[in-house]
């Protein structure tokens, strides 16, 4: 009975031991980046991208792609996590983007991190005009001088049938 206890007892040293030793050492190791996310994953041109990336520590990342400017991402808090904001390119292509981020001389990238998409093209004319061109104002005159001549022979029908 107490070769059992003490055996209870020593195998619950020693899982409390090796579950405190991988914690006690990776305090110790480096950090090492993870988790790069850029939210939201589609977005227009012009848009704000929000960056995030782990293990960066206390150093300063620095977050690339061919849709923006570098961008500088902060520590947030006392926590392993930065962030930042980028702006996308107005002139930047549609379709998916890759985002690297550089901290610590660590690299960290994901291939398609989000997705630009265009304007929409509806047709005639669409999204991708501004204002009115001339045939729009040739028509619309059309309609306006078709709506008057109408409502004058409406007018003058109505006229003559009260002198009947």
């Given at each position: 009975m107490r070769t059992t206890r003490a055996l209870a007892a020593a195998a619950a040293v020693v899982a409390t031991l090796s579950l405190a030793a991988p914690a006690a050492v990776a305090d110790g190791m480096p950090n090492t980046l993870s988790n790069l996310i850029a939210l939201p994953s589609v977005i227009a041109r012009g848009g704000q991208l929000t960056i995030t990336v782990d293990g960066c520590g206390a150093g300063m990342a620095t977050a690339t792609s061919d849709a923006f400017s570098p961008t500088i991402l902060r520590r947030v808090d006392s926590s392993?996590?930065?962030?930042?904001?980028a702006t996308v390119n107005n002139n930047a292509s549609?379709?998916?983007?890759?985002?690297t981020v550089t901290c610590n001389s660590q690299t960290l990238t994901n291939p398609a991190a989000f997705t630009i998409i265009g304007g929409?093209?509806?047709?005639?004319?669409g999204g991708s005009t501004t204002g009115a061109t001339p045939t729009d104002m040739a028509i619309g005159g059309g309609l306006v001088a078709a709506a008057v001549v109408g409502g004058g022979l409406f007018w003058m029908r109505r006229r003559a049938e009260k002198r009947i």
């Open positions: 392993n996590t930065s962030r930042g904001t549609t379709g998916s983007h890759s985002i929409v093209r509806g047709g005639l004319g």
